[in-house]
């Protein structure tokens, strides 16, 4: 089945810089990569994808870059602010199918500093 | 828009009693549902899912089961909960995304479990 492996297990930063997270998949046949971000005591929000048909993906200060060569991909915030600090997950699946399921990292501890 | 229901928020249970935990879905038909759990500062462990009524499959073994009576109701139970089941329970429903061309999943707000 489909591995996926998540780095770093926490990060800190300082409000303004930003932050990147990376994971790598085992499964050539996975085509769609969410990220989730979870709250202290919330659940997780789905807050960006990419499907493998494209390399790279923005929304505002986030995006997420896919490298299917490596079987690779990343989460970049820019110009993180105290709100971003959480655990954030990255996830992959084949998609479609009755027998549909993601594998998730074991996620990112992420502080952003004031 | 579907809309993820979880019941109870919050479980204090004592070790080796029963445990019924219970997920329901709007603004869907059919969807696929999911169990899963979150020990305190750990990843998210895919317990079961479900394709449909009365069809489970279970990810790991352990003193857990799930069961589907309705299309939309999703529970989860254990004849006799053990002190490691602690943990944030989450239910999720796989949902198409409109314009990407394919499907999600999305997660309740789950409950959050102690067994002492």
């Known amino acids: 089945g489909e591995n996926v492996e998540q780095h770093p297990s926490t990060l800190s930063v300082q409000e303004g810089d930003s932050a990147v997270i990376k994971c790598t998949y085992s499964d050539s046949a996975s085509n769609y990569f969410p990220w989730y971000k979870q709250e202290l005591g919330k659940r997780p929000q789905l807050i960006i994808d990419i499907r493998s048909n494209v390399g790279e993906k923005k929304d505002q200060r986030i995006a997420v870059t896919l490298n299917k060569t490596a079987k690779h991909f990343s989460l970049h915030i820019t110009e993180t602010q105290p709100e971003d600090s959480a655990v954030y997950f990255c996830a992959a699946s084949r998609g479609g199918g009755s027998n549909y399921k993601l594998t998730f990292g074991k996620g990112t501890l992420l502080t952003v500093n004031p | 828009s579907q809309t993820i229901h979880q019941w109870p928020a919050t479980l204090v249970q004592p070790v080796g009693s029963p445990l019924s935990l219970e997920c329901t879905v709007e603004?869907?038909?059919?969807?696929?549902l999911y169990w899963y759990r979150q020990a305190a500062g750990r990843g998210l462990q895919l317990l079961f899912y479900s394709v449909g009524i009365g069809q489970i499959s279970s990810e790991v073994p352990q003193n857990l089961s799930a069961s589907r009576p309705q299309d939309r109701q999703f529970i989860l139970s254990s004849k006799k909960l053990l002190l490691s089941d602690s943990g944030f329970y989450l239910c999720?429903?796989?949902?198409?995304?409109?314009?990407?061309?394919?499907?999600?999943?999305?997660f309740g707000p789950g409950t959050r479990l102690t067994v002492l």
């Open positions: 603004g869907t038909s059919n969807p696929n």
């Open positions: 999720a429903c796989r949902r198409v995304l409109r314009g990407s061309g394919g499907d999600t999943q999305y």
